[in-house]
């Protein structure tokens, strides 16, 4: 809208700021509602069975790196590596005093 179409519309200057004033009323509430929607977060997993899946990711990876490198690095069979005698020995050369 330009000058003079408001001088022949007949407006006021506090009749034009009020019509400023409720455009940005009406911007301020849409944008509001928007933001509060935003916000709004539904957690498909919660995070206690995120950190509970992780540790247990973890300790399935260890499990697995440790035999594929038992039996693909050395020479020993797959099913050795989850025997306790294996794991003693592997101690035994570890901790052996010089």
Do not use: C, N
């Not at 509602?33 to 206690?48: D, G, K, M, S």
């Not at 247990?56 to 690095?73: C, E, P, Y």
């Amino acid at each position: 809208m330009t000058g003079k179409d408001i001088l022949q519309e007949g407006k006021t200057r506090e009749d034009i700021k009020a019509d400023k004033a409720k455009v940005k009323q009406q911007k301020e509430e849409m944008t509001q509602e928007t933001q509060t929607q935003a916000w709004v977060r539904v957690r498909l997993i919660p995070i206690w069975l995120r950190v509970l899946l992780f540790i247990l990711l973890l300790a399935v990876s260890l499990i697995l790196g440790t035999a594929i490198g038992f039996s693909v690095i050395g020479d020993g069979k797959f099913l050795d590596t989850f025997k306790l005698e294996t794991w003693q020995h592997i101690y035994d050369i570890v901790m052996k005093e010089k």
